[in-house]
């Protein structure tokens, strides 16, 4: 873990970017897909360029190797569980509301990163401006931040599913000394694999009819939203840590507005 450059701040801004358009995606994607079949496609679809990019560059995939407990969990927390609870919070709250409410993984990640991390002890100045980054982003987002009755439960998910990332960064620094490729192809594979009974039996997304819009946004969300946005997470997360990584949750709001 080192203390962050120039580039890291750069990967911070592109993830943020990249993780703005997902909610917006997300959105257009609903109107075709339940959020089961979203889940299962972003990362079946997501899968694609980092399974290919660890072939191009010989990396060994050790999703069942002696780790794969690991793999499995991570896959079943850091990406089935949240890509389920946000398609499905998604639905009813607005893009820019759902972007807000992702804006507290990093008092999540704080909290975690003192009592679960060996490097990232928070003390009253980080914790103090914890607080004031994301009061700044309530502040400059109340216009459209309108949580009531008809969609408080699906805001309720949002949170759950962004505390969700923040449990999954915690885990995958458990094994952060293996290849970032290695990890996020592997991760992937089990969350496939997790997701196929119940996209089976539950949604059957074969007999939809899906418009071009809803699935150009799921291509889009797997491939981009998922696979590249992963690759930048895990390096920022390995290189720099828990807290800095959950910083791009104060950009994407901002981002956000540009969709």
């Known amino acids: 873990m080192r203390q962050p450059k120039l580039i890291d701040y750069t990967l911070l801004v592109i993830l943020a970017l990249i993780w703005a358009s997902a909610f917006f995606n997300i959105k257009i994607a609903t109107e075709s897909f339940g959020p089961i079949t979203i889940a299962f496609l972003r990362v079946f679809f997501g899968s694609i360029p980092v399974l290919l990019l660890c072939f191009y560059k010989k990396i060994k995939i050790e999703a069942f190797s002696k780790d794969w407990y690991w793999f499995a969990i991570i896959g079943f927390v850091n ?52 607080l004031i980054g994301f009061s700044g982003i309530i502040y400059l987002f109340s216009d459209n931040l309108l949580i009531n009755d008809s969609n408080f439960i699906s805001a309720l998910l949002i949170l759950l599913g962004s505390t969700c990332y923040v449990v999954g960064g915690v885990l995958t620094l458990k094994i952060s000394k293996k290849k970032n490729e290695n990890v996020t192809g592997s991760i992937l594979i089990w969350a496939v694999l997790i997701l196929i009974p119940f996209v089976s039996f539950i949604e059957k997304p074969w007999n939809l009819s899906p418009s071009i819009e809803s699935s150009i946004s799921v291509v889009y969300l797997g491939m981009i939203s998922t696979g590249v946005a992963w690759l930048l997470r895990f390096k920022i997360l390995k290189d720099n840590g828990l807290i800095f990584q959950s910083q791009v949750s104060y950009l994407i709001p901002i981002f956000g507005e540009l969709y």
């Open 79 to 130: 990406l089935v569980l949240p890509f389920f609870l946000i398609a499905y919070g998604v639905k009813s709250v607005q893009s820019n509301l759902a972007a807000i409410l992702m804006s507290t993984t990093p008092l999540s990640s704080t909290i975690l990163g003192h009592f679960y991390t060996k490097n990232e002890k928070f003390n009253l100045v980080k914790t103090f401006g914890i």
